[in-house]
């Protein structure tokens, strides 16, 4: 927070705000949709304080809530970029120019504050943006065919509508979604507007765009119940996770548009798989999981959280990565901030509310969806409430010991993670449970809870190797390296030959594990035995194509240290693959 | 040549002369440089007629030119074209337009006709265009610093001059080349006028224009001996060999603007390499041969010619490849024609003179370029004609032998391919030269000959690996199989297991030979150990990623048989590929 938070200022995102109300001169700094990184700060900062109580950082979202409801004008308008000078152009560009996508990141900022800091100071700022918002936008609005280029204020006009009741929110962000495909915009794949809503079968165009459409078309479904929304998004994921999705979880492979490519298309040197698109398909499958109870939404945050969204951030929780390739030969760095910076306020976001994906509750029984180390205490709708606290050092280790601490009659439903296909044990005070365990659903285990239970969930992971569908054609032959949910990747400084492309991994690779060390420590290492081929690294000349000698010796066996990719590019610069060879 | 002549009468190219006749009705046919290929057909014929005197064919060639000369204009100007309504935007634009591409096709026609076939009726007709040409773009002319957007009146003119020694065409072709990179065609690498010509230092753009350009530009240093011209194009040439040709002597990797890549952009299976780019390029490489006497520039011709140009003719000889890459995973065939049809009647002209590529001669010297069964009469500058005989099975076989069929004192060159680089044997009537002899060079017996002399050349010719630079990052770990100067490829109707990519090649591959099929006959067959690889193909499932289990049988060994990649496309539909991975 405090990092984030200094490049807002440094980069004039903060004085944008102050700008418009006189208090700073000089120019709007940055690009016109600079302050939904404010606001996403804002929502996380919100988070951190539920959990930390962090006076100061109160005190300085107070300071930027401050300066933000300060530019807005009579009318609701709130925008640090279309007031002043630029009053005119207002709902102008609603393709091309974020004001809508903005004002959704507002209102869940004003949202989060509200809930976890108690302040409604940005919230009333909200409400009167989003009634601006629905009287713009509505049936006798002046924009009421209004599509917004880059979806969010969907999911934001649903959450406000959770938040405060008031169903015109609802009703806007349904319209906003329902004016898509008409053509309002242009009619272009990248904006998801080719197509209605309901006729999008695959995902198309820029991923961002794309999964923010779909969580808000969730959000959207859950309080109006179209199943023609559902559907469509069924069969969206179902594509998706056949043929768009990188082992790692991230999407959107195509640079170009930042988008996503053909079925099939997953480059890994040129993988674009920005941050927040993988960010932004943990929100989807969130609300996924939450109206369909299917435990594959809760492997693909696990998936995607280890993996693609981690990737995105260092070690040290300051420098981020925008686009996430599967295999880089350059001297890559993650970076404190980007001109359009919307990935590291992004994970911050995620992170900072990432223990409201571990466990859903209902009337009366609680789904424990993800695991690690620690306590929660969980209101069920029939007015229970159910303690737990999980003893783990999941994901480096598959044993998770879950004590029960309420006395109570409830269902648990503990979910055995599709990676582990077989072997996952239960036992109720070390009693095994009797029922087969199914991979990838819930062991639902309804009992009379005694204060001091125990459910220990067994689930043995060893490394192993993936394999990609042949429809991948650059991936035949190669295979990736997967323990539990994390996926491995080889950097050439662990390697004795630096060149990733000379090592090749044995079919019989003797996998074992090793503690990291250093910016490692707390992750298991993967070793495993290889070969380095006899490559034309060898030949001193520098001719473009010469002999090979059959009687040269082929290869030689190595010792080969694969890593979390999560933790690829925070050492010594080098190269990084995630599939290897192998014979 | 028939087959082709029926094509130039159903596209509308020998119409298109008729109709600015008055001979024919309705619009001119297909596009603006089509007549290109009936110039280029009738100089393919001239060079058959002087093979096989075929009465048929000269009667079709003086019809061909009857059509043609008709449609000159009183000054001179010829163009089937730009006549009639277009008369008006002749010389209009010389970068994208190819009035002086097409009017260098012509003349080397008419120059083809008048040496092979002994009629002038073209060449008077070339003349008068060649003239106007002068008066155009000379010194004092409306267009004096016209630059053709499409290289070849350069050599053309050059030719003319030759066959005429008219200075005036040395000297306009001259003044095309040093317009040139002023950006009077607005200074597009495309069009090689980014830079003036001696400035190039690599190739750049459009493959066949810069092959074009820089045999004219030999062409022009033969005659005026500029040793800045011959600097750029050594230059130009050594980097090309280094970073930008493929394995089998194709140039212009790039499928975008038909053009040359970055250094090492070297794609198999989106390989552009045009053929009429590797026949330009033979152009380029024999005008090098013949300034330099160096062996590498033969050793080009010979690779080239046997790969990347016959790649692009059926074995049936009447349909082509415009592209032709080394990989392909479609139902490829190639065509009876196109609609930008320049390679067919390019492949006709280069190999209807294609002994013309196989001696050199100087004052009493004699230079034997190429091997392949034939006899021939050489004239020397000292009025000496030598007989020579060769008997061989090359390419199929290294065993050459020459017999001498004159009484004379002279030196006879005989060149050592690059590509046997050890071993090669030379005895002269049975007895082994006694000096060392180099690959990549030419041998000089000078001796007192009798006719019936006989130099038996042998050069071993196992089938061998060939491997790529690293900096080629698609090759790494693949291998190519080539035999002498042919290169070899797997096509899948081969192969006991049709996918190629589960195919890899064995470091020990035990390589043996086997004569071709059917199609195939008279080919040797190249065979080889390999192994096929568990892939998913495996896996009864379609998901994206799965577990690959390292107790699954990793491989199993198999008979591979790679055959010419010339050869390549031409029975059952399958895959193909040139490089294969290699363990």
Redesign the interface.
Known sequence: MPTQYQQLNITGRLANFARETGKKAGPFQGLYFNESDVYKWLEAAAYVFADTQDAALAHLVRDVVAKIVAVQQPDGYLNAYFIGEKTKLRWFDLKDKHELYCAGHLIQAAIAIDRCIGENTLLLAARRLGDLIVKTFGPSGAHSKGVPGHPEIEMALVELYRHTGDTRYLLQSTRFLENRGQGVIGGEEYYQDHLPFRALQRMYGHAVRAVYLNAGAADIFIENGDQSLLAALEAMWTHL???Q?Y?TGGIGSRRDGEAFGKDYELPSQDAYAETCAAIGKIFWSWRMLSITGDAKYADDIELTLYNAVLAGIGLEGTSYNYSNPLAC?SMHRRQPWFAISCCPPNIARLLASITGYFYSTSDNEVWVHQYAAGTCALELLNGNTVNLQQQTNYPWDGNIRIQVNTEAKFSLNIRIPGWC?SGATLKVNGITWPEHIHPKSYCKIERQWSSGDVVELNLPMPA???????G??NL??L?SI?RGPIIYCLESVDQEYA?L??I?LL???EFSLEDGQDVLEGMKIVLANGLV?????S?ED?????????S?P??QTTRIAAIPYFAWGNRDYGNMRVWI?Q?
């Open positions: 996770s056949k043929y999705v082992v030969d296909d192993r190797f993936m394999s990609a569908n042949p991948v054609s035949k032959g295979v997967k060149d492309d000379r090749w079919n019989t690779p081929i006899e490559t034309r690294e030949i520098d001719s473009l194509y010469a002999y090979k000698e059959s040269t082929p290869s060879r014979i």
